[in-house]
């Protein structure tokens, strides 16, 4: 009886696993890859994160994520699977790592309820 319970209770953590979604989530093209090689752009979020939150806006986690879809310059801002921003850049320069930090704190201020009423819907942790 208790092998049954344990199989029922994980079918119900993969099914819940299942319909998680990220609350915020960067997807990038090929080009942005060389971005991350450093660990300024984790720098650049968590001062963006720490002054958003000294106004009172909780950013969540930021997946970064890769897409060979994409066109090579081409970014996304998602949240819960859902497009907030796209763009498709002409170059990826010197200034991209810094403009795309500002995409995410625009993004972030501007769709801060709905993105907060996803993660108080699903919860932040899966």
């Known amino acids: 009886m208790a092998e049954k319970k344990e199989i029922t209770v994980r079918a119900d953590i993969f099914n819940h696993l299942q319909e998680c979604t990220e609350p915020l989530e960067l997807v990038f093209?090929?080009?942005?890859?060389?971005?991350?090689?450093?660990?300024?752009?984790?720098?650049?979020?968590?001062?963006?994160?720490?002054e958003l939150l000294k106004e009172g806006i909780s950013m969540p986690?930021?997946?970064l994520r890769d897409y060979a879809r994409l066109e090579p310059a081409?970014?996304?801002?998602?949240?819960?699977?859902?497009?907030?921003?796209?763009?498709?850049?002409a170059?990826?320069?010197p200034g991209t790592?810094?403009?795309?930090?500002?995409?995410?704190?625009?993004?972030?201020?501007?769709?801060?309820t709905e993105i907060s009423a996803n993660v108080?819907?699903?919860g932040m942790l899966c």
């Open 61 to 63: 986690l930021l997946r």
């Open 29 to 50: 093209g090929e080009e942005f890859l060389r971005l991350f090689e450093s660990d300024s752009f984790i720098e650049k979020i968590a001062e963006i994160r720490a």
């Open 120 to 122: 108080s819907k699903y």
């Open 91 to 93: 170059e990826v320069g």
């Open 74 to 89: 081409e970014f996304l801002i998602l949240s819960h699977q859902k497009v907030l921003y796209s763009e498709d850049l």
């Open 97 to 112: 790592l810094d403009y795309l930090v500002k995409k995410v704190e625009e993004i972030t201020r501007f769709h801060n």
